[in-house]
C-alpha cells in the first residue's frame, strides 16, 4: 500500500468509521493541532538528557503522554455515531487525575512562582513552553468543536491539565539545570 491515497487532493479529509469532510473543518482542525502537539512532544522528549535524573522523568511521562494524545486524536477523527466509535480509545476522568498526580509530582520540586514567566531558560524549557501554547490552542479548538459535537467533558479538562504540566516541567527543566525562570520585566 502507497503512503498517498490522492484522495485528499480535493481539500477533503476521511474520517475514521467512514465519511469525508474538508480539511478546514473544525473536527480536522482540532485533531491537527492535537497531533503538532503530539509532534513537539517530540521534539521535547528528543531534548531531555538521559543522565539527568529530571528530564529522564519528564521524558518518561512525555512520552506516556503521546500516547494520551494520539488516543485523543483518533477519538476526534471518529464521528461518534460511526460504527468505529465503540473501538476508539477515550480519554477519561482517570487520564486528567493522572495528570494532576504528575502537576502535583513535577511542580512540588518547583520554588513556588511570585512573578509571571516569560518562555526561555534552557532550550528543553522553551520548547515545552511552546508545547504549552500549542495546548492552549487545541484545548480552545476543542472547547468550540465541542458546542456542536460533544467529545465529553475528560478530553478537555485533560488538555487544560496537560499545559500546566508543561508549565510546571519548564520550570523544572531550567531549575535542574541550575538556570532561573525569565520574569517579565513590566513596562514602567
Same mark, same amino acid.
Given at each position: 500500500m502507497k503512503l498517498y491515497t490522492k484522495t485528499g487532493d480535493d481539500g477533503s479529509t476521511g474520517l475514521y468509521g467512514g465519511g469525508r469532510v474538508m480539511k478546514h473543518h473544525p473536527r480536522i482542525e482540532a485533531f491537527g493541532t492535537v497531533d503538532e502537539l503530539n509532534s513537539w512532544l517530540g521534539v521535547c522528549v528528543c531534548g531531555c538528557a538521559a543522565d539527568q535524573p529530571v528530564e529522564a522523568r519528564i521524558r518518561e511521562i512525555l512520552i506516556g503522554l503521546q500516547s494520551r494524545l494520539f488516543d485523543l486524536g483518533a477519538d476526534l477523527a471518529t464521528p461518534s455515531g460511526s460504527a468505529s466509535a465503540a473501538r476508539v480509545a477515550r480519554i477519561a476522568a482517570k487520564h486528567v487525575a493522572e495528570a494532576e498526580g504528575f502537576i502535583d509530582e513535577i511542580d512540588g520540586a518547583n520554588e513556588p512562582i511570585r512573578v509571571f514567566v516569560l518562555a526561555g531558560g534552557t532550550p528543553l524549557a522553551a520548547n515545552l513552553h511552546v508545547a504549552r501554547t500549542i495546548c492552549r490552542r487545541?484545548? !480552545? /479548538?476543542?472547547?468550540?468543536?465541542?458546542?456542536?459535537?460533544?467529545?465529553?467533558?475528560? +478530553?478537555?479538562?485533560?488538555?487544560? !491539565? /496537560?499545559?500546566?504540566?508543561?508549565?510546571?516541567?519548564?520550570?523544572?527543566?531550567?531549575? +535542574?539545570?541550575?538556570?532561573?525562570?525569565?520574569p517579565w520585566q513590566k513596562d514602567a
Amino acid at each position: 500500500m502507497k503512503l498517498y491515497t490522492k484522495t485528499g487532493d480535493d481539500g477533503s479529509t476521511g474520517l475514521y468509521g467512514g465519511g469525508r469532510v474538508m480539511k478546514h473543518h473544525p473536527r480536522i482542525e482540532a485533531f491537527g493541532t492535537v497531533d503538532e502537539l503530539n509532534s513537539w512532544l517530540g521534539v521535547c522528549v528528543c531534548g531531555c538528557a538521559a543522565d539527568q535524573p529530571v528530564e529522564a522523568r519528564i521524558r518518561e511521562i512525555l512520552i506516556g503522554l503521546q500516547s494520551r494524545l494520539f488516543d485523543l486524536g483518533a477519538d476526534l477523527a471518529t464521528p461518534s455515531g460511526s460504527a468505529s466509535a465503540a473501538r476508539v480509545a477515550r480519554i477519561a476522568a482517570k487520564h486528567v487525575a493522572e495528570a494532576e498526580g504528575f502537576i502535583d509530582e513535577i511542580d512540588g520540586a518547583n520554588e513556588p512562582i511570585r512573578v509571571f514567566v516569560l518562555a526561555g531558560g534552557t532550550p528543553l524549557a522553551a520548547n515545552l513552553h511552546v508545547a504549552r501554547t500549542i495546548c492552549r490552542r487545541a484545548e !480552545r /479548538l476543542l472547547v468550540s468543536f465541542n458546542e456542536n459535537e460533544p467529545i465529553g467533558s475528560s +478530553a478537555i479538562e485533560f488538555l487544560n !491539565r /496537560l499545559s500546566d504540566l508543561l508549565f510546571a516541567m519548564a520550570r523544572r527543566a531550567n531549575r +535542574a539545570r541550575g538556570v532561573a525562570d525569565v520574569p517579565w520585566q513590566k513596562d514602567a
